[in-house]
């Protein structure tokens, strides 16, 4: 492991392999990720992978519009042989109260506004069991639609950054956990580690939902916290579900995986655990079990093969924090998705490297620096589930 480092990046997610790729493609070349487990062990390859348009807030929705468009042509531009799982099936949200419909109506608007070409929609009940003839319509008034959304595989993303950057000289240190960073005054000069100590004048928090701990170390007190997330898949049938679904009513969503596996979750967050805890529970296989085979009676003697969790990285807006610590010189954060940094983490690591080379970031995310805990100007993204 090398002892100096221009940038040293904590956590080697989606978002800190992106990073890192994207500072070298800029040219800076003396870049360290650090990575306490394998690459994409934490919230990146446990989440469900979707990729949408249909956010709520305008920088999430540029954010997400730069960001399908990067994973298009991904494994190309990566020159990662293995490709991606890249499938656009569409994101169905569906809205069983006229509250929920006003809000996807509104969103779709916001989305038609910024001029991105995005062909995202509101459809009536009969358009919904069109796309999805196997859902049980029940109490289903409309629903938002894009067909450009879609899934794709978390591990494939990440280790296709991982791949560019180490190419382009970037080390990559895996089961390396950071115990402390080094501070003379207010500005960070190395990290220690398991294995030892780098010095660095530059410090991304790209750790997830250990980012606030990470902050603790140079004395920050960052509100996030973690919050459990369970999912469950079936076993393997024919394809018969082309889009993602999601009911912000019920807290649900599923999908159908290219293996033919049907996988699927359930948001509960006045229920679940807010602490680093990975253990599933006989609860949610009997929550999740009753509430798809609402949406999806025809799954009712289908076999379950395995859940797993993961943990949301919670902030109070449901929005991530970016960008420079003006009390910690020399610290970023890029933590904080609340469950959807997966999506967004090819754009992000173009944006974060932009900040830190002190470049003006193609997209504008001011509105989710750490600051506005403090001033109260909260930027809630209403399309979380």
Not at 143 to 163: I, L, M, R, W
Not at 171 to 191: A, L
Not at 196 to 207: F, L
Not at 360 to 380: C, K, W
């Amino acid at each position: 492991m090398r002892k100096t480092a221009e940038v040293v990046i904590i956590g080697g997610g989606v978002h800190g392999c992106s990073i890192a790729y994207h500072l070298a493609r800029q040219g800076c070349r003396e870049v360290v990720l650090l990575e306490k487990d394998t690459l994409a062990s934490g919230g990146t390859g446990r989440s469900a992978a979707g990729i949408r348009h249909q956010f709520g807030t305008e920088v999430n929705i540029r954010l997400a519009t730069a960001s399908v468009r990067m994973m298009e042509t991904l494994a190309e531009d990566l020159d990662y042989a293995p490709g991606i799982e890249l499938k656009q099936g569409g994101y169905l949200m569906l809205a069983y109260s006229e509250p929920t419909l006003d809000q996807l109506r509104r969103n779709v608007l916001l989305q038609h506004s910024l001029g991105l070409g995005i062909p995202s929609r509101i459809l009536d009940p009969d358009g919904v069991e069109e796309i999805v003839p196997h859902l049980n319509m029940d109490g289903i008034i409309g629903a938002s639609y894009c067909h450009k959304d879609g899934h794709v595989n978390p591990f494939h993303v990440t280790q296709a950054f991982a791949e560019a950057a180490a190419r382009l000289g970037v080390e990559i240190n895996t089961f390396t956990e950071v115990t402390g960073i080094k501070m003379r005054g207010s500005k960070v000069t190395g990290v220690l580690t398991n294995r030892g100590e780098i010095s660095c004048a530059k410090i991304v928090n790209a750790a997830g939902p250990y980012g606030a701990v990470i902050g603790k170390m140079v004395g920050l007190d960052i509100p996030l916290y973690p919050e459990r997330h369970q999912i469950l898949v079936t076993e393997p049938l024919e394809e018969f579900l082309n889009p993602m679904v999601i009911s912000f009513q019920h807290g649900t969503y599923f999908k159908q995986t290219p293996h033919g596996s049907l996988l699927m979750g359930v948001g509960d967050p006045l229920h679940e655990v807010k602490e680093f805890n990975y253990n599933a529970t006989w609860q949610f296989l009997e929550d999740v079990a009753k509430k798809i085979t609402y949406h999806l009676p025809a799954l009712k003697d289908v076999s379950v093969v395995r859940q797993w969790t993961g943990l949301y990285d919670i902030t109070p807006d449901y929005q991530a924090i970016l960008g420079a610590t003006p009390k910690v010189e020399g610290f970023y954060l890029d933590i904080g998705w609340s469950g959807h940094g997966l999506q967004l983490g090819p754009v992000v690591g173009q944006v974060m490297s932009e900040i830190i080379l002190e470049k003006e970031p193609f997209v504008n995310v001011d509105v989710m620096r750490l600051e506005r805990f403090e001033t109260g100007e909260l930027y809630p993204e209403p399309a979380c589930v």
